[in-house]
């Protein structure tokens, strides 16, 4: 077991430091489109208007909950593979792969369509870390990515059925 600068043991976890920092990777850019997903869709809950006012602004204050809930057993899971984790808007912007939300505030149902992007856009970051996860044998980082592809991929479905006529 490697030994660290300042007398704490090195990380010796089954999974090599490659393998290691591959995923932290995948989970940074997964907790960056997270958090931008999280402030775009806070921005509309703000900012939504119309005959669907009530029922889009309690949808979207529970999915900026969990979203936000999200946030930290990502960056924790990063860092327990002994990696900084992201944390400033700029860091975000270079690793995201969402953009940030219109200066001006759309129309409620283009709110809804950017969503159901936004969420299929961390459910493709997500699925990407897992052929990683699966080649360091990683099932902490597995299970965490299920969790969070269920929560994309059903929610992407709820909105997307919003847009139906």
Known sequence: MAKKSKGAPGINIGSSANDRAASAKGWSQLVADTSRLYLTTHNFHWNVKGP????????????????WNATDPIAERIRSLDFDAPGSYAQFGKL?????????????????????????????????????????????????????????????????SILES
């Open 96 to 160: 995201s792969s969402i953009n940030d939300a219109p200066s001006t505030p759309p129309k409620a149902m283009e709110m809804v369509r950017i969503l159901v992007e936004g969420h299929e856009a961390v459910a493709r970051t997500a699925r990407a870390v897992f052929p990683l996860a699966d080649k360091a044998g990683d099932e902490p980082t597995a299970d965490l990515l299920t969790q969070r592809l269920t929560v994309h991929e059903q929610t992407a479905w709820m909105l997307r």
């Open 52 to 67: 669907m006012f009530n029922s889009l602004h309690a949808m979207f204050m529970a999915q900026y909950t969990e979203l």
